[in-house]
């Protein structure tokens, strides 16, 4: 398996624009993470989803911030319209259901 | 609430041992787990150990738990310059949702 796969890697976007990313879990995991890593705040959980479900969204921060799972192979994460404080690394993991988590390699967002 | 709590830096020198520790709040946590980050990466499972275990050891890391304290501990013997990262503690909350709460993660420095 090649394991959690995010796209794309880096984004540099201005303030105001929308940005997705996009996770690709691994096959037969059924929960799914969206992380944010800054150097302030360490790592805070954004969402989950089990089974393709919202589970827990409180960690988003803004309605600027959606996320969905619409298959058991993808999922995105939006951020409309994205502002300067949005810079942060994002990172996908997923895992079976209380189980340990595999992340991806995480995108690094600009916003300028 | 739920915290995991870990100090934020350790220095040690190749060769020596390193020791981070880490306390939880959950006593209902399941398994306890161990994340290293490198530059630039995400978060890569280092190893974990099951609540009903007091110690287990893989290679040159040993993990010890103390349930009563609610205290982990990772050591990494013969510490190398690779071993350099960010190490993150985490527990798994109780129940069958399977979220893991992170602390803020020990920068481990290892000097020649």
């Known amino acids: 398996d090649a394991g959690v796969i995010q796209s794309p890697r880096h984004e540099v976007t201005e303030m105001g624009q929308e940005v997705t990313l996009r996770c690709k879990p691994i096959s037969g995991h059924n929960s799914l993470f969206w992380y944010r890593q800054t150097m302030m705040r360490g790592l805070e959980l954004l969402i989950y989803f089990n089974n393709n479900v919202p589970i827990d969204d409180s960690g988003m921060p803004e309605d600027r911030f959606s996320a969905k799972m619409p298959n058991a192979s993808f999922s995105t994460l939006k951020i409309q319209p994205s502002e300067p404080r949005d810079s942060a690394v994002y990172f996908c993991?997923?895992?079976?259901?209380?189980?340990?988590?595999?992340f991806g390699s995480g995108t690094r967002l600009t916003v300028v | 609430g739920e915290d995991v709590e870990q100090s934020l830096f350790l220095s040690v020198r190749e060769g020596d041992s390193s020791v981070i520790n880490c306390t939880y709040t959950d006593s209902s946590s399941t398994y306890l787990y161990w994340y290293k980050q490198e530059p630039g990466a995400g978060l890569q499972l280092l190893t974990y150990i099951f609540s009903n275990m007091d110690m287990k050891q893989d290679q040159r890391l040993t993990v010890l738990l103390n349930k009563k304290d609610k205290h982990l501990s990772l050591r990494i013997a013969d510490t190398q310059t690779g071993d350099s990262a960010i190490y993150f503690c985490?527990?798994?909350?109780?129940?069958?949702?399977?979220?893991?709460?992170f602390g803020k993660g020990t920068k481990l420095s290892v000097k020649p």
């Open positions: 993991a997923s895992s079976l259901i209380g189980r340990g988590y595999t």
């Open positions: 985490a527990e798994s909350l109780g129940g069958s949702q399977g979220n893991l709460i």
